[in-house]
């Protein structure tokens, strides 16, 4: 069975639900390990005031029975406590009241294509669902996802490595996983204190400006065995499944891998990772330049995936748009909106890395039981000869 994830929802509707289908049975799952990374997304300076009315946390209904998977889908609900005060103008139901709609797309939103679209009068219809308030969702089938990857010897991390202008020194391959046990103390998720400093700095200069930002950040994958994904079909290159995943979050203009961009300038001798081969650690890598990934598949070596974010296109000082009505020249939609939330997205992130990793894990090492797919892994080890470092 494939691991596949379907996400339902409006931002100020009565709640979001998951489903994740496709994990093994047995796996053992505590509700923290769910509203621990629903909690980390709702962090980071910049963020407005919808993030002091939620505090999201998934009630399981199905899927799990005493803190074990059953092998049947997982599903998950996620309030939304702002619905209390959206109940006329987002309940499913006719309501009696007069409820006023919306005509001003917002410049870089979903809005004016999403109506053209859907031949929608009311922006609302679309811009509730477009919201990044979904990857609440996302976030809480990823962090089934990453249980299930604990399983099979995987952490997924991230951090931010740029806000607006201040970008944090360039880390490459010096980063293991120990470097991110403080992530999440910094406002911003970026590991470097200055940066971080200076982050927070720039945020607070945009947001006096009635500006938002947007920034990189990095996803990095610990314990990967190598030939994960494929290379004989396109649909199976991992890099490209990836890439689908972290472009697939609302916001995103950019994806890199490894170096990404940068290894397009540099010459072939500098730009490849040399192979070498010892008793004691077998065939290795001394840098990671691909970011774990040749020919769409791992190569044991750290996975490194990068997300561009643009700045959220709701501004407290709108920009031109058009009255959808009266094709009369007017300001765009003027909401209560984050600043910046590209920590948040990094969060995002991880559980959609998360997902497309515990896929190829399903794939290639299958199982009903959770003890199935740890026996099947542990016997690729000997056969491939891959060693940990
Ligand atoms: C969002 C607008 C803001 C964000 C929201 C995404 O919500 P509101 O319109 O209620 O102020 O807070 O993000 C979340 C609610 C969330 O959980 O991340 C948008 O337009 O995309």
């Not at 980071?44 to 993030?51: C, K, L, V």
């Not at 599903?75 to 007069?98: F, T």
């Not at 010459?267 to 004691?280: L, M, N, T, V």
């Amino acid at each position: 069975m494939p691991l596949r994830f379907t996400t339902a929802g409006e931002s100020h509707g009565p709640a979001l639900t998951a489903v994740l289908e496709g994990l093994p049975a047995g796996l053992e799952l505590r509700p923290e390990d769910i509203d621990r990374d629903l909690a980390r997304r709702q962090l980071g300076h910049g963020r407005g005031g919808r993030m002091k009315i939620e505090s999201d946390r998934a009630e399981v209904t199905s899927g799990v029975r005493h803190g074990r998977t059953l092998g049947s889908p997982v599903a998950m609900r996620v309030a939304n406590r702002d619905y209390a005060n959206w109940e006329e103008r987002m309940n499913p139901w006719p309501v009696e009241a007069e409820v006023a709609e919306v005509h001003l797309p917002r410049p870089g939103h979903a809005d004016l294509a999403g109506v053209q679209k859907y031949g929608f009068a009311d922006v609302r219809n679309v811009l509730e669902r477009a919201s990044a308030r979904e990857t609440a969702a996302r976030v809480a089938a990823g962090a089934l996802a990453r249980v299930y990857l604990r399983a099979m010897g995987v952490a997924v991390y991230s951090h931010v490595t740029r806000i607006g202008s201040i970008a944090a020194p360039a880390l490459n391959g010096a980063l293991r996983p120990a470097d991110f046990a403080a992530v999440d103390e910094s406002p911003v998720r970026c590991i470097d204190s200055e940066s971080s400093a200076a982050m927070v700095e720039e945020i607070n200069r945009a947001r006096k400006a009635n500006e938002s930002l947007g920034g990189v950040y990095e996803v990095r994958a610990y314990g990967l065995v190598p030939g994960l994904g494929s290379y004989v079909s396109w649909e199976d290159r991992l890099d490209g499944r990836l890439a689908q995943a972290i472009m697939s979050i609302q916001a995103m203009k950019g994806v890199g891998v490894g170096e990404g961009f940068e290894l397009a300038s540099l010459p072939g001798s500098h730009a490849h990772d040399e192979i070498f081969w010892s008793d004691d650690r077998g065939f290795y890598r001394e840098t990671n330049h691909a970011g774990g990934l040749e020919g769409g598949m791992t190569t044991g070596d750290p996975l490194v995936v990068s997300g561009a974010m643009k700045p959220l296109p709701t501004l407290t000082k709108p920009l031109r748009s058009v009255d959808i009505a009266t094709k009369e020249p007017a300001q765009a939609l003027r909401e209560r909106t984050d600043s910046c939330t590209v920590p948040a997205a990094a969060v995002v992130g991880e559980a959609m890395v998360a997902l497309v990793l515990a896929a190829a894990y399903r794939e290639k090492f299958g199982g009903d039981h959770v003890d199935d797919a740890v026996a099947a892994l542990r016997a690729y080890r000997e056969r491939s000869g891959w060693k940990q470092d």
